[in-house]
């Protein structure tokens, strides 16, 4: 990209996806560094380090929704598209329409969904006393980052000419 074509908009998502890029490595490492510490307690000190189990989960739990998000981002989400490139462009252009509806209930449902669960929820992981609000937050962070990525695209298929 050069200087005269970068705004604003894409600076700023350029940031977001390296920040969440480094994050989603910084959680692969956790995990890692967790599975090895118990197999090497567990093998080798005849020790299982319970912290590491339940660390690596709540690791994992963010690894994954963090990085559904980023996929988002980056546009690489799981698709089918034998058919959808075989039907016509106005067709097309249809079922992403349709797509992106779907994918903006489905986060709202996460969204409206979590604000019911953290209303009055104070429970803790059992070793670590991490907060599950904290854990539970990753569904919101997906679902907002999936929220964007959607809405950018939106935007994408509507000023595209269906020709």
Not at 90 to 101: E, V
Not at 106 to 111: E, H
Not at 120 to 131: D, F
Request: glycine share 6%; aromatic share 10%; net charge positive.
């Amino acid at each position: 990209m050069n200087a005269s074509s970068t705004s604003p908009l894409s600076l700023v998502l350029g940031l977001l996806k390296r920040s969440l890029e480094i994050a989603v490595g910084l959680l692969v490492l956790g995990v890692v560094f967790c599975v090895v510490s118990n197999v090497f307690g567990r093998f080798v000190l005849n020790y299982s380090f319970v912290w590491a189990e339940e660390l690596s989960r709540v690791l994992f739990i963010w690894l994954v929704l963090l990085g559904a998000g980023l996929g988002s981002l980056n546009n690489e989400h799981v698709s089918v598209t034998f058919f959808k490139n075989m039907a016509p462009p106005k067709i097309r252009r249809g079922f992403g329409i349709l797509s992106a509806l779907v994918i903006y209930v489905v986060c709202a449902c996460i969204l409206l969904g979590f604000q019911q669960l953290i209303s009055g929820y104070i429970s803790t992981t059992p070793l670590l006393k991490i907060p599950k609000t904290l854990l539970y937050s990753a569904m919101p962070v997906m679902a907002a980052l999936t929220l964007i990525a959607n809405t950018i695209f939106l935007f994408q298929l509507l000023k595209r000419s269906p020709t």
